[in-house]
């Protein structure tokens, strides 16, 4: 195992790590007493600022910046949105965190709710992580009972609720407006932006969403100071003004065809290559990765070649990825079928698909078609270049959509075919010998029953 | 001034105007294509039809920046210096995957589908998509399921603008309509036991761009390609909505309500809008007919013309009773052709039918409890004659006192509207017509009955709840043997030619001060009176 | 409420509106109330929805619009006593989650998404259930179960089947 030293991780094995004792015992709320005797909500804003925090949700914004976007003197109320819909395939970062070590996640909140001038926080779970959702109801409850959370938190002025709020198995409450409706009470559509939710969120009202390893980042920052943050991770580009580096610890999960798929703390900018072998203990079986999928399956994938890219905010995307996403790293061996792996992408999307916007929900549901097709023997050659189209035209990034599902959903489709496109034509014409070169419509298989 | 540049075209924006992409496109000429954006409705841009390019100029260089992504027009203000571009091959691609994307799942049954040439979706497949399908073909079907009493949905014809759900969120405020499930397999919907059942129904069928929505009472009545369109006024309550008549061949098939800020916005209610069947009915009264030894004796209409005015020139002292259906013009046509014959004539406003009381929705359209379109113009044109107010009472009490001996009353109700005992007071005159569209009690006492025409027929002016005055022409002849109140009131006051409503209401617009402002030309959303006026009085005082 | 039959208990009730302080409008009270109705009775009938919309004074149709967003929420007839979620995204179908899946359905038999003839068993597909870790993995009620093997499947569905309560589920 690498050296290096787990800190969000660092109470997890710990026994009883989710009560407050413990949480308390290892220096926990410390940041909290010491911040809120200390500083004004600005200067903790600042301090998040300085950090050059990114969020760790998927989108990597600049958690500080987030903040400030929220209008100046506000009546209020603010509200606070914990986005814990951890629903990414190959993600689970959040739910180790909140299973056993919620008091850090709290911490982190009421910080954040402070920064913010946010009195009432919503926490939205997914409805998958019930041992979360326990422990985190235990851990409000014993924060309410010693006066962190409630009326006048610790003698001060400031008052903080936080609210636990269920979700029903739909990936598209993770998207931070999503969310806001979902919360609401509505079906989970995105809203179009602008407004932004820190003008018009939740209620109507400036909201800032926030993900849960982020808050905890807070926490740790307020505890140990920018100095030591930024003594993590990747700088800053120098010759990119724009670019906030990416620094801080970064909590990576590893799955799929690994030895020992887990939850690893490490510095951002770790290669995809030493994550699997120092961390991971290497590709299962004694094979060879074939390609990883570097941050959630929405990112994309890297080839067997590509495994050396560092997994900080700006390495995937120069290897054709989306972006660091999730840092949820999947490995695929060198046995699996690319067919199997993108039939698997496009039946999750088109089954998470919001069905708002028009280009996604039929795209992501016609790209199934096909790749059921394909995967039943019946593909086309031009079966290929009609998914790379869709792929090449769904998303927020060329304007189609309101949200960046369809981008999630077109990366695998993309990065699949245009890196391993070889096998995608040896398998159609082996599979389909006689039809792989038609290029008329074909009829449809029938629909398969979803529920 | 505000400067924003479409395809190139400068179209300047008034101060303070709010205008987003697809307006002002419109502005320069240039059709934007969409399916979820409705100008009365909130904005969701989910269809993505109407993606443009946009950027910005440069105020001092005039140099341009255009944004990498492509945008919806209908989410992106039009401020000073905006630039959209609407006919790149990037937008044209990006119209042709909407309308594939559409294509897949949607049935083609255009041929049996009502909404066939005037459907969005075909139209925009010719306009914007590509000739051949890409996409797998699977067996097509077209569910049908019933909304309510007034629409039906054609399942998966849908397209998922989700306007009509907006609209009974937005508009109408029952919220009967929703949208079920997730993905590419949503559907609208209603709650079971609980259909779309509000009084503006009908106006889903409008907003529905495809032939999903489908209106039980036109469905597959009539293609709309054989079908035009007259602008109208509708006549059902005072709101006076403006309307399209659309008819083929002197038939009535459906009333569509037409844009009017003014007035109505882009709606109707259903009592307007599936009210319109008695134009058609085969009660209308058709024949000139005398009341002679209780037999009634079918007259030629020129004969019983020269006989109403001679019995009315020797009545002496006579009465006009003007329905609140009549029109500004027939109004004071009939008004004139009484003070002809008897210089003190009464001329009076007839009963105004008003059933329970005013229901305004969620966004404010109201439907009026007085269901009659122009009980404001009669009442302005009585005040003239008459120099006050009056009504058939006054008519009632002059008869009582042995003065009135001739009756002209005009009708055009299409349901009862009068009972027995004011039928029996009114007919105790020497001689009583009755112009009227069906049997009343007062019609059984007539001594003339002369079948009057409906509003379809009519051409003239009509003054809503607010003093608007809204002119209208005819949309349909009346049935064989119904003759037009105007030209029956221009034969009787030997007017030469054709009576022509625009002249008629010169002349009204000359001699009463409430109707001044109608000299000018009245446009397709016609004028308000009283704000004319107004302006008017402030300039001369001013 | 005046309904004779009634669907939501005096408990359901007061368990829904305990939920609205927490928030601004009682519409954001649509998710809690269709989990409290349906931790209880396994599913949530048309007329509950009637009722939920009642005492968040919305139309039946806004709360079924939400509540069939999410297919997650049954309305034909309850799930079975235990309600199991196997997970089919890409991190557990590379470790074998659909052969699981179908070994289950087969060994059940039902079809993903149906509930054994006693009434014991719903099994169900799921997108990742974010715990990869332990791929391929299953959600029972609310027992995760790791590490799925066609034999700890089996025995899984022995331990359902004997009646043993699996996942705490109400």
New interface residues.
Partial sequence: MPKFEPVLLANIGKPNSHALAVYEAAGGYRALKKVLAEMTPLALIEMIKSSNLRGRGGAGFPTGLKWSFLPKDHPGPIYMCINADESEPGTFNNRILMEDDPHQVIEGIILSCYATRAQTAYLYIRYEYPLSYQRLQAAIDECYAAGYLGKKILGTDFSLDIYLHRGAAAYICGEETGLIESLEGRRAWPRIKPPFPAVEGAFRKPTVVNNIETVCCVTQIAARGVEWFKSIGVPSDPKNPRDPGSYGPKLYCLSGHVNQPGCYEAPLGITCRQLIDEYGGGVWKGRKAKAAIPGGISMGLLTEAELDTPLDFNGPGRVGCLGLGTAAVVVIDDTTSMVDFLHNSCRFFAHESCGQCTPCREGTAWALTMMERIKAGKGRLRDLDLLLEIGDSIGIMPGTTICGLADGAAWPIKNAIRKFRGEFEQYIQKTNPKGYQVTEAVEALPILAAH | MAIVIVDGKEVELAPGERLNGIQAAERAGVDIPRYCWHPGLS???????C?VETGTRNAETGAITM?P????AC?TPAADNTVFVTDSEKVQ??RA??EE??L??HPIDCPICDKAGECYLQDYHFQHGQD???????PFTSRRREMGETVTLFVDRC??CSRC?RFT?EISG?????????????EI????G?PLDNKLSGNVVDLCPVGALGDKDFLYQQRVWFMKKHAGVCTGCSTGCSIDVEENLDTVYRLKPRTNPHVNQWWMCDEGRYGFHYVHSDRRLTNVERLEDDKRLILEWSQALREIDERFRDAGRVAAVLSPHLTVEEAYLLARYARRVDSQALVVLGPVPVVGDDETFKNGFTIRAEKCPNRRGVEEIVQHFMGRAATLDDVSASIEAGETRAAWVSGGYKDAWIDEATAGRLAAVECLVVQDLFDSPLLERATYRLPGAAFAERDGSYVNHADRLQSVAWAVRPPAGVRVEAGVYGELLAMPGLVKARRVLDEVAREIAFFSPAADPVGPLGMDLKARVMAAEAAITG | MPTAHRILTDEMIAAIQAYFPRYPTRQAVTLPALHVVNERLRYVPLEAVVEIAELLELAPAEVQDALSFYGFFRQDKPHGQTRAWVCRSVSCALRGGEEVLSHLCRAAGVRPGGTTADGKLTLEFAECLGACEFAPCMLAGDTLVKNLTPESADAFLQKVKQGVSVGGQK
């Fill in positions: 904005v969701v841009a989910s269809c993505r039809m993606l944004l992504k492509l945008v919806p989410q691609r990006s995957m909407v994307d559409l897949i799942d051949k399908r890409r996409a797998d073909i699977r397209v998922m759900v969120r029952g919220s009967e309509l929703y949208v079920t499930n997730r993905g590419n397999r949503e919907d209603v709650f079971p609980r």
